[in-house]
């Protein structure tokens, strides 16, 4: 297991996670519908949380993660809950390649979007999306607004804590090294977990490229996508670049 799958499995433990789904679901279920049938594609789908979300609401859901260790607990917490959304080790840039379903919703969240090594897959991903939606299909993605990161010189997350499998602590914490301005940052990130009543410590890094609403709408609008609303949150709270440090994007096909 690398450096990064421990320290992504840690920042799971240390998640709220049904704070954060209560926040968010309500927003992805309102872009279904009815979700009973409906197809979901969920990319960078992590450990599944959202994929075995969708899929107790009924809706036949497919998540894609490049990380073999993030697809088994994804697997494990789908048998926990009793569904069976399919979970697939692949890059997103491959979706054309692992997928030819037709979906009404893909989503894509957690800044994973930003994780891509450069525009230029970005710009692959976001056709592969459009062309994998049915007709009045929805994608929802989430990023990261770096017009306002660069504007306030922001750089550490607040500090999560919370409890891994084996009911033992595990401490996460996050901070920005804006290493490449107004192109990339990196991503410096530290897991305290007490294993066994003794403390240990991990650290990993990514590259996180820089967007903001303007690049992403470009790039949307690039792919296919002419209706694309932005927001600050999943209430739908208008986005505004220069103030908002998240942003939440719903296009139409």
């Known amino acids: 297991m690398s450096s990064f799958d421990k320290v992504a499995l840690a920042y799971d433990d240390a998640i709220d996670w049904e704070a954060r789904l209560a926040r968010e679901m309500p927003f992805l279920i309102s872009r279904l519908g009815n979700p009973k049938g409906k197809r979901v594609l969920d990319l960078a789908c992590g450990t599944g949380r959202h994929s075995v979300t969708l899929a ?18 994804a697997k494990q917490h789908a048998a926990t809950n009793d569904v069976s959304p399919k979970f697939i080790l692949g890059e997103m840039t491959e979706v054309h390649s692992i997928t030819a379903d037709q979906y009404d919703l893909i989503i894509c969240l ?22 994998s939606l049915n007709e009045g299909g929805v994608f929802v993605a989430q990023a990261l607004n770096f017009k306002e990161i660069h504007r306030t010189g922001f750089r ?34 530290s897991a305290q977990m007490k294993v066994k ?10 590259k996180v490229l820089n967007f903001n609403s303007d690049l992403l709408k470009r790039y949307l609008v690039q792919a296919g996508f002419q209706e694309t609303s932005f927001y600050s949150d999943y209430s739908e709270s208008p986005f505004v670049g220069s103030d908002d440090r998240n942003v939440v994007i719903s296009s139409l096909r």
């Open 110 to 131: 957690g800044n994973s979007l930003a994780l891509l090594d450069n525009l230029n897959n970005l710009e692959i991903v976001l056709s592969s999306v459009y062309n």
């Open 197 to 206: 009543g003794e403390w240990t410590s991990l650290v990993s890094t990514l």
């Open 56 to 73: 107790l609401e009924e809706a036949e859901v497919t998540g894609i993660d490049n990380s073999e260790v993030m697809i088994t607990r």
């Open 156 to 189: 550490f997350f607040p500090q999560k804590v919370g409890k891994m499998d084996t009911g033992e602590d595990v401490v996460f914490s996050r901070f920005f090294e804006h290493t490449d301005p107004p192109n990339s940052s990196t991503l410096v990130m």
